[in-house]
T-cell receptor, first 113, second 110 residues
Framework: QQQVKQSPQSLIVQKGGISIINCAYE??????FPWYQQFPGKGPALLIA?????SEKKEGRFTISFNKSAKQFSLHIMDSQPGDSATYFC????????????FGQGTTLQVKP | DVKVTQSSRYLVKRTGEKVFLECVQD?????MFWYRQDPGLGLRLIYF???????EKGDIPEGYSVSREKKERFSLILESASTNQTSMYLC?????????FGEGSRLTVL
């Protein structure tokens, strides 16, 4: 019930293509769904986040699609660039305190030039 | 600029040793967290603190303890290190929901 399941584990995309990473959850009490991006040797950093009262959020080339009934959410990276190569984590939060997150297993994205 | 600093980037310890991982944040955040990162398992919460001297167990607290004597500092303690605690340890702080992470401490226990 507390898990967030993320897929795929790894992803290779050509430059200019669309990268899609999926996450699923069980606990309907989750109230906040962020995505974090991590470059090698660095800590994760917040990329984009959504709350369950909206179905989509877009920031530049990054879009979260949220399907409340299916308990799934996904990250779409449009026009993927080599600089997007990183590990991506979805996460979910149940209540407070702020920052207490349950993370998915991570997806390593490689964008080939 | 926001900063979470983990004092040790790489540590090598022997089984049974006591290990201290230190973390300092300069954002005056109330909440601080220790996560462990392992391939294929994502980030798992070990302990967190929402106030000085306050601490709560996360999802995998066994074998760990923490200390928060000052608001800006949160320490993770391995009382007797074991090989299964070889991992990347990430400290983070937060006030409003966004987690700010340090660069991590990679611990190897031999």
């Amino acid at each position: 019930q507390q898990q967030v399941k993320q897929s795929p584990q790894s992803l290779i995309v050509q430059k200019g293509g669309i990268s899609i990473i999926n996450c699923a959850y069980e606990n309907t009490a989750f109230d906040y769904f962020p995505w974090y991006q991590q470059f090698p040797g660095k800590g994760p950093a917040l990329l984009i986040a959504i709350r369950p009262d909206v179905s989509e959020k877009k920031e530049g080339r990054f879009t979260i699609s949220f399907n409340k009934s299916a308990k799934q959410f996904s990250l779409h990276i449009m026009d993927s660039q080599p600089g997007d190569s990183a590990t991506y984590f979805c996460a979910a939060r149940k209540g407070m305190p702020a920052g207490k997150l349950i993370f998915g297993q991570g997806t390593t994205l490689q964008v080939k030039p | 600029d926001v900063k979470v600093t983990q004092s040790s980037r790489y540590l090598v310890k022997r089984t049974g040793e006591k290990v201290f991982l230190e973390c300092v944040q300069d954002m005056d955040h109330e909440n601080m967290f220790w996560y462990r990162q392992d391939p294929g398992l994502g980030l798992r919460l070990i302990y967190f603190s929402y106030d000085v001297k306050m601490k709560e167990k996360g999802d995998i607290p066994e074998g760990y303890s923490v200390s928060r004597e000052k608001k800006e500092r949160f320490s993770l303690i391995l009382e007797s290190a074991s090989t299964n605690q070889t991992s990347m340890y990430l400290c983070a702080s937060s006030n409003t929901g966004e987690l700010f992470f340090g660069e991590g401490s990679r611990l190897t226990v031999l």
